[in-house]
Every structure is written in structure tokens, then in C-alpha cells.
Nanobody
């Protein structure tokens, strides 16, 4: 079973940047279709960013387009989420996962990490 471990969260002021990392176990990481979701208190888990199944094209939710960038380093079995110009509404627990269906549907994800907290203050 693939294990995913997120890191890089923290408390930052609005306008700052953070880079989240998601380290994965498994010898075939390059074949995993990876994505990032987030969940704020009292809200459902929502899609943030993902790669397509080929690991080439990327998708973003509208609210993060132009601010967040998903990337991956297959040699390090790691996917990243670079978050710039952070806003108060970006505050959430961020999860990485890999999917086998549709990138924006949480139920299509086979495995999640434990999550990393991102808190943006004014």
C-alpha cells in the first residue's frame, strides 16, 4: 500500500508563500495520478490541484489559479504545491492523494496522507 506524508504547512501572513511537499512510498510513483485537496473547519474536502493521469497536464480550482502550482519530482517520489499570495480563505488542512478516476472527486482517491495545516493570518 502506498503511504503519503505531507509536510510544509504552517502559520503565515496573508500575501506570503508556502511550499507543501507530499512524499510517497512505492516504486512506481511516476505512474501515480496525484492531486491536492484541502478541508477547512466545517466544510467538505475540496479539490485544489492535480496532475492528469499522464502526469503532464495540470488542473486547478479557480480560486487558486495563478497563485498555486503543482509539480512533482519522480526521482524523489514527491509532489509539491507551491502556494503564493496566500489569502485568509486558503486556511485549511491540505491533503495529497492519488486517484484512479476523476481528479476532482474525493471518492476517486485511493489513498490520502495525514494532512498538513496551513493557517493564513491577517
Amino acid at each position: 500500500q502506498v503511504q503519503l506524508v505531507e509536510s510544509g504547512g504552517g502559520l503565515v501572513q496573508a500575501g506570503a508563500s508556502l511550499r507543501l511537499s507530499c512524499a510517497a512510498s512505492g516504486r512506481t510513483f511516476s505512474t501515480y495520478a496525484m492531486g491536492w485537496f484541502r478541508q477547512a473547519p466545517g466544510k467538505e474536502r475540496e479539490f485544489v490541484a492535480a496532475f492528469d493521469r499522464n502526469g503532464v497536464s495540470t488542473y486547478y480550482t479557480d480560486s487558486v489559479k495563478g497563485r498555486f502550482t503543482i509539480s512533482r519530482d519522480n526521482a524523489k517520489n514527491t509532489v509539491y504545491l507551491q502556494m503564493n499570495s496566500l489569502k485568509l480563505e486558503d486556511t485549511a488542512v491540505y491533503y495529497c492523494g492519488y486517484y484512479s478516476g476523476t481528479y476532482y472527486i474525493p471518492k476517486d482517491y485511493n489513498q490520502w496522507g495525514q494532512g498538513t495545516q496551513v493557517t493564513v493570518s491577517s
